[in-house]
């Protein structure tokens, strides 16, 4: 009466339940998510290549890749992003390039200098999601009372 669910029904399932929540999310959630799955991806690499687990480790490094260039990267708005989207915009530039010589590498020390480049920019993203959400806070019992 059952079968069991074959893994590619599994997969059209999670895919539409990921595309019906990113239109539930907002750009700062979108971001937070990118600079997590890199973060997760650098640390899945890492550990694939502590087990000598090359096949993971590849994937991990080309997850990692896909997020920096397809996510991040065209997210930025260089023209009203200024100097600051320059400056991302070099810092993926220089991660993917370190990625992708750790990959060929084996370099475990240039997977761990991407994760410390990329790991403060995503608390900075979170800290200015946190800072503007108490911004927010704080100026609407304000606006509340005039």
Known sequence: ??????????????RINV???MHTID???LVSL????VLGAIASARG????????????SVSKAVRILE???MTALDRTAGGALAENLGAVYDYSLR??????ARNDDALLQEVARLIAPIAQGWKDM???????????EPAAMEA
């Open 1 to 14: 009466m059952f079968t069991a669910m074959s893994p590619r029904a599994a997969s059209a399932y999670q």
């Open 27 to 29: 750009q700062y959630q």
């Open 70 to 72: 397809e996510g991040l």
């Open 129 to 139: 999601r946190t800072s503007t959400a108490a911004a927010n806070d704080t100026t």
């Open 48 to 59: 694939a290549l502590a087990r000598g687990d090359v096949q993971t480790k590849c994937n």
């Open 98 to 103: 370190r990625l992708i010589l750790a990959n």
């Open 34 to 37: 990118l600079y997590e799955g």
């Open 19 to 21: 595309e019906t929540s």
